[in-house]
């Protein structure tokens, strides 16, 4: 007991490893920079520059935007599998910067031509694309073995704080200055997050597995028979199969769908995520239209329910260690909590029934995403890391331009509070298929005890957070 006491005193994580502390303000930096031009874009196109299509328009703007982090999943895969994370990281934020700050300048000097906005829209998500997976890889490579789901929770909190701050910021900046002040804002972000990355130290990823500093931080034995009866056969950090006498030989790499071939549960898991966000995202295109055409409001209104969204996201992250059950029991009721709160606004139309509604359903996101990252981190082997966040990310994004574009163009035709409704009745479906696939057999789903921090998942809107 005494050996554990002063670990818990410890400071946190942030501050007590530098580097980290550089890499994850770097990231609330880009994923806040991004999220601001998403939903400062949106307001724009639906409260001043859009016409009579203005919900296809915004829909279209969001599809352009989350398309990267889907088709350019093969290639991030590549570029982060073969080159320095630290280099990856740096460019991708610099490139970002690079193309935003131009247009800022246009934009101050006349008037952005729509073209030029989509363009933009897809060069900033295009570099997130590339930046979020080499983020989530390099974790091993900047905390100790014992400090991955601390790491974890900061990495998801911060997609949450990203999207309160960036969330929070781009309609109030399209109010009072337009368009030009939201992408001068952003790309101010991005050529700041480079250096910041620049400046941390990255552990090389070959041969740096940490041994636990005492006997109580070592994996239980059971636990530790369950993620390799879960795995299969293992890949040592220095790419050598485990058990095989390879010495260090690397292993042919395996395609993305090699790898979640391998991973059959998972790769179901990731298929119902992936159904649930083409109702979930959708609320970037509803909002919107919900705050103009049923509250008849401004942006500050859109800003406090993506603040609403943030936040209980916030909670969630924090929180969701905490929540008992299996991670698919409890993946499966937060989906059905999220189906009743989306479809009430449109029950109960009202500021705020909005605000309590978004807030449930963001600490619910935020608790399915972190029962997830820190068991893929230990479940995936090393060599197969760079492909399967970049896999993950595209499932997870993949319906998100579908969403989009499908929902703007409803907008057009339906009320938004039909749209609410749409979503919630949605989610219901996917919700008893998630339990039904919990109650079948699942050789590669460890046994966990409830709230254990390590057994996690990731529900995350591509452009957000993800």
């Known amino acids: 007991m005494s050996a554990v006491a002063p670990r818990g005193r410890r400071l946190p994580l942030v501050l007590r490893n530098p580097s980290f502390g550089r890499v994850w303000t770097a990231q ?30 915004s829909g279209l703007f969001l599809m352009v935007s989350t398309l990267p982090a889907v088709a350019l999943a093969p290639v991030v895969a590549r570029v982060v599998a073969r080159h320095a994370h630290r280099t990856v990281l740096v460019v991708a934020a610099a490139v970002a910067g690079a193309v935003a700050v131009p247009v800022a300048l246009w934009a101050y000097a006349g008037d952005l031509p729509m073209d030029a906005v989509y363009a933009v829209g897809l060069a900033l998500a295009a570099c997130q694309a590339v930046f979020d997976p080499c983020l989530t890889t390099s974790v091993p490579e900047l905390v100790e073995d014992t400090d991955i789901e601390a790491a974890t929770g900061f990495e998801l909190s911060t997609q949450s704080l990203a999207g309160l701050g960036g969330g929070l910021l781009g309609p109030l900046l399209v109010d009072a200055g337009g368009l030009p002040a939201v992408v001068a804002v952003c790309g101010t972000a991005y050529l700041l997050a480079a250096p910041l990355v620049a400046s941390a130290r990255f552990r090389h990823a070959t041969g740096t597995s940490d041994a636990p500093e005492d006997p109580q931080d070592a994996q239980d034995p059971q636990d530790a028979q369950d993620a390799q009866d879960a795995q299969g056969p293992q890949v040592a950090p220095d790419g050598a199969m485990a058990g095989e006498g390879g010495h260090g030989t ?25 159904a649930a966000n083409l109702f979930t995202t959708a609320v970037y295109v509803v ?77 619910c996101v935020g608790v399915i995403g972190v029962r997830f990252v820190a068991l893929f981190q230990r479940l995936v082997p090393t060599a197969d890391k760079p492909g399967f966040f970049a896999v993950m990310q595209a499932l997870l994004g993949a319906t998100f331009p579908l969403s989009s574009l499908v929902f703007g163009a409803l907008g057009d035709h339906l009320g938004a509070r039909a749209l609410c409704l749409v979503q919630g009745a949605g989610l ?28 996690t998942a990731h529900l995350t809107p591509a452009g957000e957070a993800s």
Not at 33 to 57: K, N, S
Not at 262 to 268: A, S, Y
């Open 250 to 274: 690397p292993p042919a790499r395996r395609t993305l769908r090699q790898i979640l071939a391998g991973l059959p549960f998972i790769r179901r898991v990731l298929l119902c995520f992936a």
């Open 28 to 57: 609330l930096l880009t994923q806040a920079a991004g999220r601001m031009f998403q939903v400062g874009a949106v307001w724009w196109l639906v409260g001043f520059a859009g016409g009579e299509r203005r919900g296809l328009e």
């Open 287 to 363: 909002m919107p239209l919900y705050t103009r055409g049923v509250l008849h409001s401004t942006g500050s209104t859109v800003a406090t329910l993506e603040a609403a969204l943030g936040a209980g996201t916030l909670v969630g992250s924090f929180t969701g260690a905490r929540v008992p059950g299996r991670p698919v029991a409890v993946g499966s009721a937060c989906l059905a909590v999220m189906a009743v709160a989306l479809g009430l606004p449109g029950l109960w139309a009202g500021h705020a029934t909005a605000i309590g509604a978004l807030a449930v359903a963001g600490w």
């Open 428 to 455: 219901v479906p996917v919700a008893l298929a998630l339990w039904w696939l919990g109650g079948r057999a699942r050789p590669d789903a460890p046994r966990t005890s409830p709230g254990d921090a390590a057994t």
